[in-house]
């Protein structure tokens, strides 16, 4: 016993049928436009751990619309008092607090094969960039792994144009795991703080992919986000253009392979939109 509460899932098949439907109302009367990318990458059955960026308030039902099955939305407390929080938790969403054992629910739900989403940057964040994550979902992943329950981990990213009138959402591959798991066995916090860069990675290049300007900016210069530059690496701090369609580098590109990675993985991701780094 740890003394922390436990969480109960309260959403229901009723509650599900009820408001799926009226979700996707809804964001059809709110975008001109949903665009999609990678939906094939969320399993149709069985668990997974779904990381992403947080803009808007949009971005859960976009993503509960997106997943189209019975998921678990990890989310503010703040967001789940009066009669919005009965609702978000009839439609899957449980408290980011301490009080509770989250770990334990979150491999409950993992034992169900449900999915579970998780925006690491911890608020909403409404000046278009990506802000660095917290190690919370790595930390879930990495102990449920450890336990024997192992998942996909997908990295996921949301964008807005058109004055909110137009979504677009792009699912990446699973990380794999395994390395993470190796140094998590012998040092917890830094295999903790590995996968957290290697998703905050993963969600940026996915950004980079919507033609999101300042997540390409992170990638490409170390100014922005020189705590990612790995030892013994220089990026410049200079690119040619800032248009989001014509990034030319000036000097090195920084991958997204950080750390314990798998390199085939990590190649295939920095060489699909970046090029490796020289």
């Given amino acids: ?40 990458n969320i399993p149709a059955a ?20 997106l997943v189209a099955r019975p ?78 329950l192992r998942l996909p981990v997908l990295p996921m990213a949301v964008a807005y144009c058109d004055e909110l009138r137009t979504a677009k959402l792009t699912v990446g591959q699973a990380v ?24 905050e990675r993963e969600v940026c290049l996915l950004r980079h992919s919507l033609a999101a300007q300042t997540d390409s900016l992170m990638l490409f210069t170390g100014k922005p986000l020189t705590k990612w530059v790995p030892r013994g690496f220089k990026v410049s701090e200079q690119v040619e253009s800032n248009r989001t369609d014509s990034w030319r580098p000036a000097g090195r590109v920084l991958s997204v392979e950080n750390g314990p990675a798998n390199r085939d993985r990590a190649q295939h991701s920095a060489e699909g939109l970046l090029g490796r780094a020289v």
């Fill in 71 to 148: 998921a678990n939305f990890l989310v503010s407390p703040n967001e789940l008092k009066g009669f919005q929080g009965n609702v978000l938790r009839s439609m899957g969403a449980f408290p980011a607090n301490p009080r509770y054992d989250l770990l334990d629910f979150f491999c409950q739900q993992v034992k169900k094969g449900e999915g579970v989403v998780i925006f690491p940057e911890g608020n909403i964040f409404r000046d278009g960039a990506i802000h660095p994550f917290k190690n919370g979902a790595a930390r879930m992943a990495l102990n449920c792994s450890a336990s024997g």
């Fill in 46 to 65: 069985g668990p997974f751990l779904l990381v992403s960026n947080h803009s808007s308030r949009w971005d859960g039902l976009l993503v509960q619309s």
């Fill in 176 to 199: 794999e795991l395994e390395p993470f798991e190796r140094e998590f066995a012998n040092q917890s916090n830094i295999g903790m703080r590995s996968l957290t860069v290697r998703l």
């Fill in 1 to 40: 016993m740890n003394g922390k509460k436990c969480l109960d899932d309260r959403k229901g098949v009723l509650s599900q049928l009820f408001w799926g439907p009226i979700n996707r109302i809804v964001l059809a009367l709110k975008f001109r436009k949903i665009e999609i990318a990678g939906s094939e």
